[in-house]
């Protein structure tokens, strides 16, 4: 069992070992006692949802990780059989396609919102020059760089924010998900 860097540097992170598994994937344990709350009562289609709970569960877990790290769900339980295990990798895989589809949706908003506001900025400098009444002029001037700026706050910060998300729904995507029994439950 591999431990991670934060480990390695003597730092407990509250107690809890950073684990790999043998392909070098990012280990999330979770102890499920009762799991007729892990699925979520709505979904858009026949796939199964996660409820958020869980997803809210998965994405603490994994906070901590870099965004593309590949990552392996391990489950200790002894209510879950078969047939819901297949329902609750679906399941996940589909709350994080929708959230992936989203962002996606998401930065292509925000990619024509950037030029768009880059252009708008452009464009009132410009006016800016062609005005005579200086005052006028300093505003037009003020506002051409406030468009300016707030595509460059959406461009570099959101823009990021937004890719560091999707790489992380991409990891819970193929997330690769284990079932052990309660009775092999690592204890610290």
């Not at 329902?87 to 992936?100: F, H, L, M, T």
């Not at 003020?142 to 959101?158: N, P, R, S, T």
């Not at 990891?171 to 284990?178: D, F």
Request: proline share 3%; net charge negative; aromatic share 10%.
């Amino acid at each position: 069992m591999a431990k991670c860097k934060l480990c390695k540097s003597g730092v407990k992170p509250s107690a809890r070992r950073c684990e790999y598994d043998a392909e070098g994937r990012a280990v999330i344990s979770m102890t499920v006692k009762d799991d007729s709350d892990f699925l979520s009562v709505y979904s858009q289609r026949e796939t199964p949802f996660i409820s958020s709970d869980v997803a809210e569960f998965i994405e603490n877990s994994s906070h901590s990780l870099r965004p593309g790290q590949s990552l392996t769900l391990r489950i200790h339980s002894d209510c879950i059989d078969d047939g819901e295990r297949q329902d609750y990798r679906e399941g996940i895989q589909e709350y994080y396609s929708e959230k992936y589809i989203a962002a996606k949706r998401e930065l292509r908003f925000n990619l024509f919102a950037v030029i768009m506001l880059a252009l708008a900025g452009i464009a009132t400098l410009v006016l800016a020059f062609g005005v005579d009444n200086h005052i006028w002029s300093e505003v037009i001037d003020i506002a051409a760089w406030v468009f300016l700026w707030e595509a460059v706050d959406i461009g570099v910060f959101k823009l990021r924010e937004i890719n560091l998300n999707r790489r992380r729904y991409l990891s819970y995507i193929s997330m690769k998900v284990e079932y052990l029994p309660l009775s092999h439950t690592e204890k610290p």
